[in-house]
């Protein structure tokens, strides 16, 4: 469940830095229209919010909300890390994520 919570959190991450115009024309090579923007702007929100209910039923609230926090921090960092050095893998590292999540929790 914890990692389920770390991928759900990077796609959450890699959708709000797609909503963004610098990197969306660094990853894409092009700018995003203002819908597109917006849409994934909403949807990188909502996808945040979907990264707390794993580590909810992995801990509990009172340790649960603390480590989602620290979880995002790692999606995160993992993010800005590969941003300026790899931007394509950034990108494809996404839906793997996206992939991987249920699997992950599956096996948890």
Not at 49 to 71: D, K
Not at 88 to 97: K, Q, T
Request: with cysteine; aromatic share 8%; hydrophobic share 65%.
């Amino acid at each position: 469940m914890i990692l389920s919570s770390l991928c759900i959190a990077y796609a959450g991450f890699l959708a709000l830095a797609l909503a963004m115009d610098r990197h969306h024309e660094q990853i894409l090579a092009r700018r995003p229209s203002a819908r597109a923007s917006r849409l994934l702007g909403w949807v990188g929100w909502a996808v945040l919010a979907l990264s707390l209910p794993p580590a909810i039923v992995a801990w509990g609230w009172a340790i649960g909300l603390p480590a989602w926090l620290g979880l995002l921090t790692v999606a995160a960092a993992a993010l800005a890390l590969l941003l300026p050095y790899a931007p394509r893998a950034a990108l494809r590292l996404g839906p793997a994520a996206v992939v991987c999540a249920p699997l992950l929790a599956f096996l948890a």
